[in-house]
């Protein structure tokens, strides 16, 4: 009996099964905790040969960017929902702390190894760049009305803050540093972007200039009898 001959769309379906194989077993291991696996490590528990390994990917730094850039990717819905139409403020602040919350506890570990690879592994630098900027762009959807009617630099200012008190960084310090549980972090996101969103953020003026271009003299406000000295 001849034997059968594979054909380029067999081999190639066997080629795509080994590197998906790769993949799956470089981000297990990944989220494992080891972030720095050797090449016959994972190839041996993907069932693969390591020449086999060198052939789906150039390098192990090119598998790694590839295992982050999949993470990404898996974890797209929580990283660019959008509240429903029409939904009031209480409503959209409720589903932005649950989103970061989320996000803190499901992405947290990962991301964290992510921005440590950054400074050996520059080529992760798009990758987390992307992360980043993915949920900054969940703060102005979320708090888009509230935001659009203020200054420029005030949206700025707010958007920011936000962005930086919800992050996983902000999270992990509430919870390991402060002891702080997730009920009580919720909670105290919750009532921070309420007190937050309440502040009037206007733009703060430019001192005077003065003609030739020199900021003019800022008049000294005259101290009261009673008003305190600095160092008293």
């Not at 921070?192 to 969103?197: E, G, M, Y």
Request: aromatic share 6%.
């Amino acid at each position: 009996m001849a034997e059968q001959t594979e054909t380029p769309d067999l081999r190639r379906a066997r080629r795509e099964r080994g590197r998906t194989a790769v993949l799956d077993t470089a981000f297990e291991i990944f989220l494992s905790g080891n972030e720095r696996p050797t090449a016959s490590e994972i190839a041996r528990r993907a069932g693969v040969s390591t020449s086999s390994l060198f052939r789906y990917f150039e390098s192990i730094d090119d598998l790694r960017m590839q295992v982050a850039a999949r993470f990404l990717d898996d974890h797209r819905d929580v990283l660019q929902p959008e509240p429903p139409a029409g939904a009031g403020y209480d409503q959209r602040r409720q589903l932005f702390v649950d989103l970061r919350i989320r996000l803190a506890t499901t992405i947290g570990p990962m991301s964290r190894r992510l921005q440590g690879r950054v400074v050996d592994e520059p080529g992760l630098l798009p990758i987390q760049t992307t992360f980043r900027s993915l949920l900054a762009e969940q703060v102005t959807t979320h708090f888009d009305p509230e935001l659009s009617a203020m200054t420029q630099a005030g949206r700025h200012d707010l958007a920011g803050l936000i962005d930086a008190m919800t992050s996983i960084e902000a999270y992990r310090t509430l919870h390991e540093v402060h002891e702080r549980s997730e009920t009580q972090i919720r909670r105290s996101w919750r009532s921070a972007i309420d007190t937050l969103v309440r502040v009037p953020w206007t733009a703060i003026a430019p001192a005077p200039v003065a003609p030739g271009g020199t900021p003019a003299p800022q008049r000294r406000r005259r101290r009261g009898p009673h008003a305190e000295r600095p160092g008293e």
